[in-house]
Every structure is written in C-alpha cells, then in structure tokens.
C-alpha cells in the first residue's frame, strides 16, 4: 500500500496549510499524523483521522474521505514549520508511512 | 511522563551485528505494544516491525526489509525493548526510534532516537 504527500507546502504566517496523504481507498483506512521538527523525534498530532493528542493545538485538525487524507493547520505559526508524515495500517503492506511533506512558513 | 530512552547505536560494519535497548518509564511496559520505526539521513520514516504485549501473545512482526535479519525482544522485569540486527547492510544505516504502540496501528509515544552507521 503507497501513501503519497506532496515533498513540499508552503504558507504564509496567520493563514491555513493543508497537507494532503493520497492513497487507494484510504477513507477506508485510519490514518495518524505526526510532525518532526528538525534534529527531533516525530510527535503524533492527529490519530483516527482527526483526534488530537492532549497537548496539540486545536489548530491542527484532520479528515479522512476517498481516496485523500488531509491535515489542516489552521492560523499557521512560525513552530509549525516541521515535516509531516501520513500513516495508516494496511493489512497486507502493515503499517505504512507516507514519503512526508516539509511545511515552509514563508 | 512517559520517557523512551534508546541506546547501542554506533558504527558497525556490513555483515556485522548490534543490539540496541530501550528503556521505559513513566508507563506500565508490560501491558505495552512497542514498535521501531526507523529514518535514513535525510529520509523518510520506516517502520521496523513491533511486539506485542506479552498477554496479547508476545508475538513479532517485522517489515520486509528486515525480516529474518532484525529480533525484536522485550524484558519486562527490566521496562526494556531491544532490536538485535544481525547480517547489518550499509541500507540500514539510520537513526532508529522506539515507540510505543496504541490501537493496533499508531506510535503514540517516541524516544529520541538512537543512529546506527553501517559501513566498512
């Protein structure tokens, strides 16, 4: 099973980044979102499409539809800069992580 | 607070073997599923393979990649994970996480990584 996310997204300060994870039939999969900042571990920020973790910001939110998988930050802050990796669980691949999405904030 | 502390990492050359460890704290280990998920320099997430909690079969599972080269073990009187990695191949080389497992399907917790270099 192949998740794909755009290498790159960029966004201005105060606006809204949406970060896409394509995938056949993924709306059919629950998919968990984590961010890596630089020279740190990744941190979860969204599992089962859209819950958060305690400590992430509300302005981190997730759907899951079709064949895409979306993550929208939403009032984008200079910290929000990081990669960002789709995954899910796939019977036959077991779990998968997409290739990630660096978020430039410009 | 859960705390996920890897070591062992280190330079090792192709053919050759290296254990890592992970220590546990802040959570009971042993009702626990652990995994590893590993990323090359300047590359994505790879996920490793997992074990299961000892009253859910204690059983393995391993990515293609790694099968049959890499054992994931666990000592639950000492809250550690280990990754034994035997037959290393310069593809190898990367900065290896243990994470716990939540769900099946997701790491919801991770350490800080430990690097392995691999290469003659």
């Known amino acids: 099973y192949v998740l794909t996310q755009p290498p790159s997204v960029s966004v201005a300060p105060g606006k809204t980044a949406r970060i896409t994870c394509g995938g056949n039939?993924?709306?059919?999969?629950?998919v968990h979102w984590y961010q890596q900042k630089p020279g740190q571990a990744p941190v979860l920020v969204i599992y089962?499409?859209?819950d958060r973790p305690s400590g992430i910001p509300e302005r981190f939110s997730g759907s899951n539809s079709g064949d895409t998988a979306t993550l929208t930050i939403s009032r984008v802050e200079a910290g929000d800069e990081a990669d960002y990796y789709c995954?899910?669980?796939?019977?036959?691949?077991?779990?998968?992580f997409g290739g990630g999405t660096k978020l430039t904030v410009l | 607070e859960v705390q996920l502390v890897e070591s062992g990492g280190g330079l090792v050359k192709p053919g050759g073997s290296l254990r890592l460890s992970c220590a546990a704290t802040?959570?009971?280990?042993?009702?626990?599923?652990m995994s590893w998920v590993r990323q090359a320099p300047g590359k994505g997430l790879e996920w490793v393979g997992r074990?299961?909690?000892?009253?859910?079969?204690?059983?393995?599972d391993y990515a293609a990649p790694v099968k049959g080269r890499f054992t994931i073990s666990r000592d639950d009187s000492k809250n550690t994970l280990y990754l034994q990695m035997n037959s290393l191949k310069t593809e190898d080389t990367a900065v290896y996480y243990c994470?716990?497992?939540?769900?099946?399907?997701?790491?919801?917790?991770w350490g800080q990584g430990t690097m392995v270099t691999v290469s003659s």
């Open positions: 994470t716990t497992v939540q769900g099946y399907t997701y790491a919801s917790q």
């Open positions: 802040g959570f009971t280990f042993s009702n626990a599923w």
């Open positions: 074990i299961k909690s000892k009253t859910d079969g204690g059983t393995t």
């Open positions: 039939n993924i709306g059919s999969k629950s």
């Open positions: 089962y499409d859209s």
């Open positions: 995954q899910v669980w796939d019977s036959s691949s077991d779990v998968v």
